[in-house]
């Protein structure tokens, strides 16, 4: 393969370097990438360590912290749209028959859904999904914790834990009754839909009851 030439332009004509010198200036720019693209990492190689205890202490999560996501299945149009823009196809959705958003309402209706899972152990959180959502039901959330025995259980069935009144997965240990101050808060705001910003958002059993309509016969 033949070397583009190195060197710069000066009235019309091209500069060119010296090999030696053209060798130096290329050891150069590599050392001096590599350390503008390490200065985040090595700032914090000396910095403070802070050990959370979590779970006794909530993590802390930046605003746009994109975790497991919730999803309002009562506003899904089945429209594949999601599952198409995902980079490793780990959206499976599977409808009845097409569903169509009521713009009065704001809930979709039609065929059902029968399924509607995302497989976390090919997830990687790029929220690629999200944008291209016409009803804005599929949202990144604020869990960072999901534990499970084998890949089967990283398959999060959306579609089951609507059945439940649940729009986004809990870890494990946030299933027990007795929870941190800062758990029992964020649980209550999941099965109270505090993350959802839509029309029924202080409609609680509204939501509860088109959760359910969106897969009827699976109930
Ligand atoms: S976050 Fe990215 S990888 Fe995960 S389901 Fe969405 S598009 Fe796919
Ligand atoms: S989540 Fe949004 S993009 Fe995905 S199928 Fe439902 S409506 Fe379509």
């Not at 929220?127 to 959330?141: E, K, N, R, S, W």
């Not at 959306?158 to 758990?183: H, I, N, V």
């Amino acid at each position: 393969m033949r070397a583009t030439p190195t060197g710069s332009f000066s009235g019309g004509k091209m500069n060119q370097m010296s090999p030696v010198r053209e060798y130096f200036h290329n050891i150069w720019q590599t050392v001096s990438t590599i350390l503008i693209g390490m200065r985040i990492s090595l700032k914090y190689c000396f910095a403070k360590t802070v050990t959370l205890q979590y779970p006794d202490v909530a993590p802390a999560l930046q605003p746009r912290y994109r975790g497991f996501h919730f999803y309002e299945i009562e506003k899904c149009i089945a429209c594949d749209l999601c599952a198409k823009a995902c980079p490793v196809d780990c959206i499976y959705i599977e409808k009845t028959g097409p569903r169509k958003l009521d713009k009065v309402s704001g809930i979709a209706a039609g065929g059902l859904m029968t399924r509607y899972a995302i497989d976390y152990a090919k997830c990687m959180f790029c929220a690629l999904c999200v944008d291209p959502c016409p009803t804005d039901c599929i949202h990144m959330g604020n869990i960072h914790d999901m534990s499970g025995f084998n890949r089967e259980s990283m398959i999060v069935e959306f579609t089951e834990l609507a059945k439940d009144g649940l729009q986004t997965p809990q870890p494990l240990w946030m299933t027990k009754e007795k929870l941190p101050e800062w758990a029992a808060t964020r649980k209550k705001e999941w099965t109270e839909f505090a993350n959802s910003n839509d029309k029924m958002s202080h409609d609680r059993e509204a939501r509860r009851v088109a959760m359910g309509d969106a897969l009827a016969d699976n109930a």
